[in-house]
């Protein structure tokens, strides 16, 4: 009798959140020098305990906007309380594994904007980063997904608990600023490119 030898060309079994996987997949495709980020993001798809829960201290996933003018030239940036750095909107999934629609909550908790819309075209940007110890939380990672979320008309925001204040930047300037975080240069000169066809 012979012995069973698994065949390795066999498909990957299914992932549990396939509408997510897909998104990660067509990232990859669009940005293949990010090749080794996506991995990283799909092994914590993969893994067994729950990705989506802040509790899980070994990384967990969150979910970001990249929120842009009506016509397109602005983002919103909030100056983040806790992290006391001018960054995009976004937070904890809390057991959502729709990231879509967390950066789309966390940006009208955070900003007050109205009519506020998510705009089609999947993962925008991934951005793993350390969250420093705060109380009696460890220092942990998030594993950041960012979508855009575009603006209408109305601009006016109302500054939430979570921020020390919001403000509308042109693009091009956050793009350039060297004192702004590498991760939101990153999606400046991603947007600057998209505008540019």
Do not use: C, N
């Not at 729950?50 to 909030?78: E, I, K, M, N």
């Not at 309380?81 to 967390?102: E, F, I, T």
């Not at 109205?114 to 420093?132: M, N, Q, T, V, Y």
Request: net charge negative.
């Amino acid at each position: 009798m012979t012995a069973f030898r698994p065949d390795r060309t066999m498909a990957a079994p299914p992932s549990r959140y396939p509408a997510l996987s897909r998104q990660l997949d067509e990232y990859g495709r669009r940005w293949p020098a990010e090749s080794a980020t996506v991995d990283g993001f799909g092994e914590l798809l993969a893994d067994p305990a729950d990705p989506f829960v802040r509790d899980r201290l070994a990384g967990h996933f969150t979910g970001s906007a990249w929120v842009v003018s009506a016509d397109g030239q602005r983002t919103l940036l909030t100056h983040h309380r806790k992290l006391d750095r001018w960054l995009q909107p976004g937070g904890h999934a809390d057991g959502d594994s729709d990231l879509a629609q967390v950066a789309l909550r966390e940006a009208q908790e955070e900003t007050g904007v109205a009519d506020l819309r998510l705009e089609e075209g999947g993962i925008f940007d991934l951005d793993r980063h350390w969250i420093p110890e705060r109380g009696a939380v460890p220092g942990h990672w998030h594993y950041d997904v960012r979508y855009v979320v575009r603006a209408g008309a109305d601009e006016r925001f109302v500054v939430s608990e979570e921020s020390h204040d919001l403000a509308w930047r042109p693009v091009i300037a956050v793009a350039q600023d060297p004192a702004s975080d590498e991760s939101m240069r990153r999606m400046a000169g991603k947007w600057l490119r998209r505008q540019e066809g």
